[in-house]
């Protein structure tokens, strides 16, 4: 778990990137999930967009994806999703503790 100074150093940290991943109509799918993990592993930090076509609502796409590629969930803000998980083989971000 973040805790808030963290959480506040990884917001400033993903203000600039823009989302690589959207999330459509279809919702949420292991595909998705599989590249998102693969994605975090090289980044650590990323934003997913959610579409407005999406027929789920953001938390719930937020908390799956979350569970889905063990990450934290940094922030909602909008329709993007900001996910955070530490890397093991590429580590750029040094968290406040």
Known sequence: MLTGKQKG???????????IFQV???GVNDNMVEQISEALEKRELLK????QNCMEDKDTVAKQLSEGTK??????IGSNIV????SKENKKLQLPS
């Open 9 to 19: 150093f990884l917001r400033s940290e993903a203000h600039h990137l823009k989302p």
């Open 48 to 51: 997913v967009s959610i579409l």
């Open 24 to 26: 459509g109509k279809t």
């Open 83 to 86: 996910l955070y998980k530490e």
């Open 71 to 76: 990450s934290d969930i940094v922030q909602i």
